[in-house]
């Protein structure tokens, strides 16, 4: 127990040293956002791969896809890394960087809004950012408790209070450079402490070889005719398994928290350094992860007649660990989770600021009343999270929170972010019906989750989209159809309105 004290202990103290270090350069808007685009290549990668790894990976999607796909699973950690990784910043980061500077974008609504010369895009999507990230921010709080409860027999009630201080402190003080700088130290335990603990852990199943020769002894009932499902290529259900790709690949390009580290960049030869970085990193990191969740099978027994608690698989085969070995695991999942709530927490409270109340109500807001602002809706924002996490409704797993959150935004906003980097010919219809495909798929879906007869309702191949998983991937899936379909049919944007926001594109190939 000392031991596992003591780390936390420094960690604590190391994350709000840098918050109290930081915060001189957090006095406007610029840096308190976006660390006044001067964030360098290594520091970016690190931000970028800390804050799409988080405790959901680590503990829910571990746990859960590691059962039910076993060592297929991998899949989707190489996924987030080749497509959710190096092809977003292959694609979309030199342009994003160009075209939202020359923009003065600090947000992704602020880009939507100045991209299409739409104030109600602008503030449709910053209510929508600030409205679905709150689950994601949740179910990484969950996660946290999962594994502080386990290592210190704590209720999870205290663990996510405790989590949430933390985070607040350090966000709220040192704004973007803090939780870059944060990343940066934190991403370097990661990577230390996810090799350490698989090796740890799969020696007490003899090693690596007997692991898997003891999983591939492990049938599945719903494929009775299958040998060795779960140490197959695709696993036994590789339909799902596409779908928990899409949605934690490609869904990554949507998301605001994560199209921000784009923003913040120094330069453009920083993007390709940033690239292959922050993708040897998801490989480390989130092919680990699921690596290790996929011997869940030969650790953990679900209840007897019962479904598995997956949320608590990847706590179950750590607790066998030397208490050494625990202490780094706390601070490895601490370090993944807490980078990814800072940068959630500033895409939220910096959008409600900066592009919904100061756009709605007060155009000349003084700057150090926006970063007051910032920092307010910052603790608004945890209260609401805990609150959230707080819920114990047993459909309320880490994966679902999460599904929801993304498939929701990403399907909202990819379409209209990644076609507005590229093409002129979007319209602002085209946007409107991302928007509302997105948000109508996710909680029409949610709905019928939720209802006690939707297996009535999810007959036949609509059983796919029994899962907010699948209903996710489909909605980021139709933003990418609907955009080009609506806007083909309605009227385009002024040329003028274009011909600025390509601007930057031309007068970087021109220099070129």
Known sequence: MLVKIVLLALFIAVM?????????????????????RNVGPWLTAFAYGTS????????????????????????????????????????MGRRTRLMTQHLYSATMPDFFGKRYDSKPIKLAASALIFVFLIPYSASVYKGLSRLFSMAFGLPFEYCIIGMAALTALYVILGGYMATAVNDFIQ??????????????????????????????????????????????????????LLGVVV??????????????????????????????????????????????????????????????????????????????????????????????????????????????LKGLRRKDMPPKLQVALIRGFCAVFVLLSVLLAMDNNPNNIITSLMSWSWGALAGAFLGPFLYGLFWKGVTRAGVWASFASGVVITLTGFVIFYTKHNNEVFTGALRLLNSPINIGACAILMSLVVVPLVSIFTP???????????????????KE
Not at 66 to 76: K, M, P, Q, T
Not at 500 to 510: C, H, M, T, V
């Open 187 to 240: 991403g370097i335990i990661m990577l230390a402490g996810i090799t350490a603990v698989i090796f740890a852990a799969l020696v007490q199943k003899g090693g690596v070889a007997d692991a898997v020769g003891a999983l591939s002894g492990v049938s599945d009932p719903a494929v009775p005719g299958m040998a060795s499902p779960f140490t197959s290529v695709f696993g036994p259900n590789p339909v799902n």
């Open 247 to 356: 949605l934690t690949s490609l869904g990554a390009w949507g998301l605001p928290q994560m199209v921000h580290k784009f923003y913040a960049i120094k330069n453009d030869k920083s993007i390709g350094i940033s690239a292959v970085v922050s993708t040897a990193f998801a490989v480390v990191i989130a092919g680990g992860s699921y690596f290790l969740g996929a011997f869940g099978r030969i650790f953990y027994t679900a209840p007897e007649g019962g479904r598995p608690v997956f949320d608590d698989i990847v706590p179950f085969i750590l607790s066998g660990l030397p208490d050494a070995l625990i202490g780094v695991v706390l601070v490895l999942v601490l370090s993944a989770s807490m980078s990814t709530l800072s940068s959630v927490v500033i895409a939220s409270s910096s959008t409600l600021t900066v592009d919904f």
């Open 492 to 510: 385009r944007l002024d040329k003028s309105v274009t011909d600025r926001a390509f601007a930057a594109l031309s007068q970087a190939r021109s």
């Open 52 to 91: 799409y790894f988080s405790a959901v990976v680590f503990v829910g999607y571990a746990g859960q896809f590691g059962w039910n796909f076993g060592l297929s699973a991998v899949w989707i950690g190489l996924g987030n890394a080749f497509v959710g990784s190096l092809l977003a910043w292959q694609v």
């Open 16 to 36: 709000a040293g840098v918050g109290v270090y930081c915060r001189k350069k957090a006095v406007d808007v610029s840096g308190f956002v976006l660390g006044s």
